[in-house]
């Protein structure tokens, strides 16, 4: 919604209520795409799931200025920052959750979770440009992918340990269409 908001695309949302307890999609949200995962879009006519996939479809046809020239240096790294935000970031995000769900039969893990995180934090603290973007020197695709993962950072407490990615969420917080995007989002 954020990106949308960016490129001043109109778009309509469909809020969905997960099981409270499992966190599971309701049978509505797996009636449109049997994973009954979000984000889904719905963009002429097709449904498209995945994250980076719908933002590389939505910079393709509403915000190309937001990706990199193919034949760009910079191209690359945007590629590799797409596919780092949810096939590695996410991993020990998402491992730090369900284990922590384990209670104290989870404790032989948080060690190695805790280095990946820092790991992972760390690496997208070191990459971000002197303009406090990933790739280009204004918004680009590669941020609104990894603004997740900073936020889930920021969420644990690691602003001190990783100020240049607090410095990236809190700009990211002030963005008027970041703001639009989350008002959006609450009703």
């Given at each position: 919604?954020?990106?949308?908001?960016?490129?001043?695309?109109?778009?309509?949302?469909?809020?969905?209520?997960?099981?409270?307890?499992?966190?599971?999609?309701?049978?509505?949200?797996?009636?449109?795409?049997?994973?009954?995962?979000?984000?889904?879009?719905?963009?002429?006519?097709?449904?498209?799931?995945?994250?980076?996939?719908?933002?590389?479809?939505?910079?393709?046809?509403?915000?190309?200025?937001?990706?990199?020239?193919?034949?760009?240096?910079?191209?690359?790294?945007?590629?590799?920052?797409?596919?780092?935000?949810?096939?590695?970031?996410?991993?020990?995000?998402l491992l730090n959750l369900y284990v922590g769900r384990l209670g104290e039969a989870g404790a032989p893990l948080h060690p190695r979770i805790n280095e990946q995180l820092n790991s992972h934090f760390g690496y997208m603290n070191d990459?971000?440009?002197?303009?406090?973007?990933?790739?280009?020197?204004?918004?680009?695709?590669?941020?609104?992918?990894?603004?997740?993962?900073?936020?889930?950072?920021?969420?644990?407490?690691?602003?001190?340990?990783?100020?240049?990615?607090?410095?990236?969420?809190?700009?990211?917080?002030?963005?008027?269409?970041?703001?639009?995007?989350?008002?959006?989002?609450?009703?």
């Open positions: 919604m954020w990106l949308l908001e960016e490129a001043g695309t109109e778009y309509t949302v469909k809020h969905y209520k997960r099981d409270a307890k499992t966190n599971l999609a309701p049978p509505e949200l797996t009636a449109i795409h049997p994973l009954g995962k979000s984000p889904m879009i719905e963009m002429d006519g097709r449904l498209i799931t995945e994250s980076a996939a719908i933002v590389e479809v939505i910079c393709a046809k509403h915000a190309p200025h937001m990706v990199p020239a193919r034949d760009d240096p910079a191209y690359i790294q945007h590629l590799e920052l797409m596919h780092f935000a949810e096939g590695s970031a996410m991993a020990p995000i990459v971000l440009r002197p303009s406090g973007h990933f790739v280009l020197d204004d918004l680009s695709a590669a941020d609104i992918m990894l603004s997740f993962p900073a936020e889930i950072a920021m969420m644990q407490g690691r602003a001190k340990d990783f100020p240049r990615l607090a410095d990236f969420v809190e700009r990211i917080h002030a963005r008027p269409a970041y703001q639009r995007a989350t008002a959006q989002g609450a009703d």
